[in-house]
């Protein structure tokens, strides 16, 4: 189940960079500037770099040491 979650975040990274970039198309209100750092940064795939730091273990609780007696 893991690794299906990690290939998940693989496939949908690249639909998210485009939806961004469709996004930042249709926006009046950010200048030209603004729209170009915005699509740049939304290449940086944050989320699997920051799960892959941690070692896979984003969302998985480690155990509590017992308590000495």
Known sequence: MKKIAELLVCFLHPIAVILVWLNLIV?????????IVWGVLALVPVVP???????????EGKPKPALPR
Request: net charge neutral; charged share 20%.
């Open 49 to 59: 770099f920051v799960y892959v730091l941690t070692g896979g273990e984003l969302w």
């Open 27 to 35: 926006r009046p209100e950010l200048s030209g500037t603004a729209k």
